[in-house]
Nanobody, 122 residues
Framework: QVQLVESGGDSVQAGGSLRLSCAGPGLNIGGYCMAWFRQVPGREREGVAY???????TYADPVKGRFTISKDNAKNTLNLQMNSLKSEDTAMYYC????????????????WGRGTQVTVSS
C-alpha cells in the first residue's frame, strides 16, 4: 500500500522556522496534486497548502506569506517551508496526495502520511 512519510517536525520558539518534508516511496509525487493539512486534537483538520501537477500553489489565508510549498521531483519529495511561526501553527502536519482535483479539502485525497508534530511556543 502506498504511503507518505513526513519528517521535520520539531518544537520551536515563535518567530522561528521549520522545514517539513514528505517522501513518497512507490508514488511519483510529480504526477500528483500534493497537499499539507494540519490538525489539533479536538478540532477539525485544516488545509494548509497544495501544489498541483503543473506547480501552481494555493495557500490557506492563515499561512499566506509565511509558508511555502514546493516539490523536489528529483528527490520525489514534497516540502513545506514554514517561517515566522506562531503558536497557532502548533499542530500535527500531514501530507496527502491525489490525482485530481486539487483542492484544500481533505476528503479529495486518498493517500496520507502519519503526520509530524510541530509545536510553537510563545
Amino acid at each position: 500500500q502506498v504511503q507518505l512519510v513526513e519528517s521535520g517536525g520539531d518544537s520551536v520558539q515563535a518567530g522561528g522556522s521549520l522545514r517539513l518534508s514528505c517522501a513518497g516511496p512507490g508514488l511519483n509525487i510529480g504526477g500528483y496534486c500534493m497537499a499539507w493539512f494540519r490538525q489539533v486534537p479536538g478540532r477539525e483538520r485544516e488545509g494548509v497548502a497544495y501544489i498541483s501537477n503543473d506547480g501552481s500553489t494555493t495557500y490557506a489565508d492563515p499561512v499566506k506569506g509565511r509558508f511555502t510549498i514546493s516539490k523536489d521531483n528529483a528527490k520525489n519529495t514534497l516540502n513545506l517551508q514554514m517561517n515566522s511561526l506562531k503558536s497557532e501553527d502548533t499542530a500535527m502536519y500531514y501530507c496527502a496526495a491525489n490525482r485530481w482535483p486539487c483542492r484544500l479539502v481533505g476528503s479529495f485525497y486518498n493517500v496520507w502520511g502519519r503526520g509530524t508534530q510541530v509545536t510553537v511556543s510563545s
